[in-house]
């Protein structure tokens, strides 16, 4: 197994360089200049050329290219052209607020599309299966950002119920510590503010983890469904196992391997629905602050944050590899 | 069993760690209370539409920066209440020299920067040659663009020997000269700038390194900002919001609210719905679309008194628009008024020139060009081009005070100008960097939205901007107006400035290289609750008099 993971590791160095060649390319190749960005209507054309100058925008591509790894190589991730933070000060203060958001959708999706499509599929074509099934179509097409409007004209301005801006109410003197909120609150015993960044929680998670929710449940009863007609499982209920046990032991695990790819494919997925949700609920994490520096054509908060995302869905991939073999004794991983 | 078993292992195992996590952190929580308890004290929360860059505003050009720095700082000239007009600040009064090239400040007494450090003559001195020394690498546009672009030059670098600023010298403890190389008419006015507002020279010192490779980041920029305002800087949470506290040794009118929040909602709408919600106290740069419903729900919505110019440019390196009649059939074809009520806030004034009229040379003489779509047609059918096609350049997603709905003005625009037989091709691209890049960077467009809001009460800062020398935007070359407009900024005094500037609207309304709009009025939305906000057309809003609850 360690072997398994080191190999994998080892793969990703070759992955990340192509990949930063790929960024820095990209990057440079969007339409209009940071300089013109940064100065906005006031830029002049002495003060673009300062500014190139002095963040090297001028030099030869390649010998720009060579710069950055240079400079990688030591750690340095460069800084913002825009607020001048470096890269990687701002995505660890950032990257907690994206986590805590994303974990909850996650979890949401999860706790409810597990139980759900399990349901469906050991009820087909009733109508709730036909209910739950038409209902996850519907959350597959929505896009995040209609939901999202929609959650907040509903809960906030209708029923004026949930909090639709900020990660914590702003009057709330709340010491932070790890910058995820919620577990702040419990470290430091301050319910209010535990609780206050729970309720602000709510309408983002549920706009980011609608998608996956929904995908979830059609995963889960397709395999599920498959999973019934099996032998092994007729065979289990057939010799007088508990129906419970059938469940748990025969179904449900062999068809949760599906399924847990889904999950890691949609944790990373996460990460672009975050650049939406993240924006319009003002939740400072990296989604919103990657969606301003494309608007800022911030060279290195791009390169930066992306290359950071790429190695974060890596490792949930290779867990998600890893949890095969504690699932299915059979996928032993080599 | 065994399943059953590690299901109690683990849910053992999750309520050990809550309880290890619970109370393994010290609170960080002060003991002066919370909310708003009633009127006076409370905090107040406020949203603007980004981040401040950094906290030391002579580096900055942005409204959030200076939105938090004219609550911690003050310069030498403030401005009038509700006016964009020059008025004495940290200054009590000033005389200038016949010459135009000196002038004399007294001093307010007894006032005290944050840091206990007196302010006087020599902390005034302090700052003017802070700005005059600031090293090479802060003199570009991104770090001290307003001391560069107003006092031209420094004491090092490509600029040097062609600023204007000579000396500062402490004449007493409360009086202080500053000596000019040349006239500068807009002194005064400039003075009132938060990017030349008055720092501690003790605090500089010891937390500001203007050499530093990156002054956005040094200490005194990010956690020591220190000046005499009514407000003292309490902390930077980065991302989430700014902390400042009550200056309770201020010399003025001491706040009534204990705590500042400054808070950064970057969408308009998401802006408009946390004030409804009551997530934050107040918000600048309320979309039009958002007032009807925070009106409904008992908001209160102020308009800004307009301080900004929205056009029509054209480009006249593109045919047709280097042909005058052409750029008249168009300013023939629009009805402001409409344009107005279509896409613009309520409280927006119509343009009749690049100016408020609140400016100095301003002038009620300028030729105007009146509504009448059949006049337009005519002047087309002379010109040639009736049922041409025009590229029409407009941003999307973006809301500036001048122009908060792009698309609903191009929409109404366009409608007038096929209404007399134009064909109109739009092309829209994303603020910035494209459409910027797009209209100011390049010759690849035609008719375009654009507009600009004024920093502080001087006429160059509206026609010079523009039209001060040749630019990609504008694509004219007429020397007459360009010299005239540098022989305008280099006049001593504002009364010798207005015949000037008068006739410099005059002669662009003739040559009429882009079309003026209006002047639409920025609007800000609070909750039913607050009291005692005084809006400013230059944003000079400080929140010493704000109640919350």
């Not at chain 2, 393994?24 to 981040?51: H, I, K, L, P, Q």
């Not at chain 2, 409904?296 to 056009?311: C, E, H, K």
Request: aromatic share 10%.
């Amino acid at each position: 197994m360690l072997r398994f993971v080191l190999r994998r590791l080892a793969l990703m160095v070759p992955v990340l360089v192509g990949l930063s060649i790929l960024l820095f390319a990209w990057v440079r190749a969007l339409p209009g200049d940071p300089a013109r960005a940064l100065l906005g209507q006031r830029a002049t054309p002495e003060g673009i050329a300062r500014v190139n100058e002095l963040y090297g925008f001028e030099e030869p591509l390649l010998q720009q290219y060579l710069t950055y790894v240079k400079a990688l190589l030591t750690g340095d991730f460069g800084r913002s052209i825009k607020t001048g933070q470096p890269v990687v000060e701002s995505f660890i203060e950032k990257f907690p607020g994206t986590v805590e958001l994303g974990l909850t959708a996650l979890l949401l999706a999860v706790v409810v599309g597990v139980p759900l499509g399990y349901y469906a599929a050991r009820h087909q074509g009733r109508t709730l299966d036909t209910f739950i099934v038409s209902g996850s179509l519907v959350g597959v097409v929505t896009p995040v950002f209609f939901l999202a409007i929609l959650l907040k004209l509903v809960f906030a301005d209708w029923l004026d119920v949930l909090p639709t801006s900020l990660r914590q109410d702003a009057r709330m003197d709340a010491t932070h510590i790890t910058n995820f909120y919620v577990l702040d609150g419990i470290m430091t015993q301050e319910w209010d503010a535990a609780w206050n960044a729970a309720v602000h929680l709510v309408l983002p998670a549920v706009a980011l983890g609608t998608i996956p929710l929904a995908i979830i449940v059609r995963i889960t009863r397709a395999a599920v469904a498959d999973v019934l007609n099996e032998d092994y499982v007729r065979t289990a209920a057939s010799k007088g196992l508990a129906s419970q046990v059938v469940s748990r032991r025969h179904v449900l695990r062999n068809a949760l391997l599906p399924v847990v790819t889904t999950i890691g494919l949609q944790a990373g997925l996460l990460f672009s629905g975050a650049v939406l949700t993240e924006t319009v609920f003002a939740w400072n994490g990296i989604g919103k602050y990657l969606f301003e520096a494309i608007g800022q054509r911030d060279y290195p908060v791009l390169q930066g944050y992306i290359l950071f995302i790429a190695v974060i869905y890596a490792l949930i991939n290779l867990a998600v590899d890893v949890a095969y073999g504690v699932i299915d004794p059979r996928v032993r991983v080599q | 069993m065994r399943s059953k078993g590690r299901m109690r292992l683990a849910t053992a195992g999750l309520a050990a760690a809550a309880l290890v996590l619970a109370g393994c952190a010290e609170s960080e929580r002060s003991d002066d209370g919370e909310g708003n308890e009633g009127a006076g004290g409370g905090t107040f929360v406020f949203a603007g539409a980004a981040e401040p860059e950094l906290l030391d505003p002579a580096f900055a050009s942005d409204g959030e920066t200076f939105r938090v720095a004219r609550q911690i700082f003050e310069g030498l000239v403030g401005t009038e209440p509700g006016t964009p007009d020059p008025a004495p600040l940290l200054a009590e009064s000033w005389e200038n020299s016949e010459d135009g090239l000196e002038y004399t400040f007294q001093l307010r007494e007894g006032v005290k920067f944050h840091d206990g450090t007196d302010f006087d003559a020599e902390a005034v001195c302090a700052n003017f040659d802070r700005w005059y020394n600031f090293p090479e690498s802060v003199q570009s546009d991104d770090f001290a663009y307003y001391y560069g672009k107003l006092f031209r030059g420094f004491a090092t670098g490509e600029k040097k020997g062609k600023g204007i600023y000579d000396a500062c010298e402490a004449s007493g403890d409360l009086e202080a000269t500053i000596r000019l190389n040349e006239p500068f008419a807009g002194f005064i006015a400039a003075l009132s700038l938060p990017a030349l507002s008055m720092q501690s020279p003790t605090a500089l010192e010891k937390y500001q390194d203007d050499a530093a490779p990156n002054v956005n980041t040094t200490e005194y920029s990010t956690a020591h900002p220190t000046g005499t305002g009514p407000f003292v800087f309490d902390s930077w949470d980065r991302g989430n919001r700014v902390t400042l506290k009550r200056n309770d040794d201020y010399w003025g009118e001491v706040a009534k609210v204990d705590t500042v929040q400054v808070v950064a909602i970057s969408d308009p709408a998401a802006r408009a719905t946390a004030v409804q919600n009551g997530d934050v106290d107040g918000a600048d740069l309320i979309g039009p679309a958002d007032i009807p419903g925070l009106e409904d729900a008992g908001m209160q919505v102020i308009p800004r008194d307009p301080f900004t110019v929205l056009y029509l440019g054209m480009n006249q390196k593109q045919k047709p628009f280097d042909d005058i009649k052409v750029r008249q059939a168009i300013a023939h074809a629009i009805d402001k008024e409409a344009v107005a009520a279509a896409s613009l806030p309520e409280g927006t004034e119509i343009a009749t020139q690049f100016m408020p009229q609140s400016v100095n040379g301003w002038n009620d003489e300028v030729t105007e060009y009146e509504y009448d779509p059949d006049r337009a047609k005519q002047l087309l059918e002379e010109a040639g081009v009736a049922g041409t096609t025009v590229e029409f350049n407009y941003p999307t997603g973006v809301s500036r005070p001048y122009m908060p709905a792009p698309e609903d003005t191009f929409n109404v625009l366009r409608s007038q100008l096929e209404a007399v037989g134009l064909k109109v091709k739009p092309v829209a691209d994303v603020w910035t960097p494209d459409y910027l890049d797009k209209v100011t960077g390049s010759a690849d467009h035609g008719l375009h939205l654009l507009g600009w809001t004024g920093d502080y009460n001087d006429s160059d800062n509206f026609v010079g901007v523009f039209f001060g020398g040749e630019t990609d935007e504008f694509g004219f070359t007429n020397q007459e107006l360009f010299d005239k407009l540098t022989e305008a900024r280099g006049v001593p005094t504002l009364e010798e400035q207005t015949p000037l500037y008068e006739e410099i609207n005059a002669d662009v309304m003739e040559f009429l290289p882009a079309v003026p709009l209006a002047h639409p009025a920025p609007s800000l939305a609070f909750g039913a609750d607050v009291e005692g906000y005084q809006q400013s057309p230059v944003n000079d809003e400080v929140w010493n008099q704000v109640t919350v609850g």
